[in-house]
């Protein structure tokens, strides 16, 4: 079975690493790896600064989600958008097998205008899905945008948790080249 996927590593870099690139946030997870195979970064390079570093940070979502309380997930993945100069909501990391704690899902906010009023800039990319697969205390990410599958990302999760994806995964990693160049090398 075979996706269009796009993959992200993201990281906690580590602590000589964040004092040498004058990172001082412990909460901040940097992009190390990517595999891309159409250039096309699914509305993310929003979240690129100005040195091209694409990083996240993971915050508690019941600090800013307003959803039904059976709905909202424990964790997001925020970032600074260089369009609206504001934080954006990446995504919401949802689980719906707790007996799988290491695999999430979720998928960009598909509304036209953030709450701020200005323009969403994932909103072209309201169809995809995105899997995640994170560590226990989430200094480790892996995003698989899953194009055009907001509406089966359920069934994907179900995929990953049963291994179906394992083998797109491993060739994903294989792929994968440095995002930008930390001095760190290891994906």
């Known amino acids: 079975m075979s996706h269009q996927i796009t993959f992200y590593k993201f990281r906690t870099l580590p602590e000589d690493i964040r004092k040498a690139n004058g990172i001082r946030s412990k909460e901040r997870l940097d992009c190390i790896g990517y595999t891309n195979h159409n250039d096309n970064h699914r509305g993310l390079s929003c979240l690129f600064n100005h040195k091209r570093q694409f990083f996240l940070y993971k915050t508690p979502a019941r ?78 990410v892996d995003l698989l945008i899953i194009h055009d599958a907001r509406n089966l990302i359920s069934s994907y999760y179900q995929l990953l948790i049963d291994g179906e994806l394992d083998e797109e995964i491993k060739q994903l990693k294989t792929e994968s080249k440095p995002f930008y160049d930390y001095g760190y090398s290891n994906l």
Do not use: C, M
Not at 77 to 88: D, N, Q
Not at 119 to 135: E, K, M, Q, S, T
């Open 63 to 140: 600090n800013f989600v307003d959803a039904d309380s059976k709905r909202v997930a424990e964790w997001s993945l925020t970032g600074r958008s260089s369009i609206t100069g504001s934080s954006i909501n990446l995504s919401s990391l949802y689980q719906e097998d707790l007996d799988y704690p290491q695999y999430a899902y979720g998928y960009p906010n598909g509304n036209r205008e953030l709450s701020n009023g200005s323009v969403n800039p994932f909103f072209a990319y309201r169809h995809d899905g995105y899997l995640f697969i994170i560590n226990r205390d989430l200094s480790e």
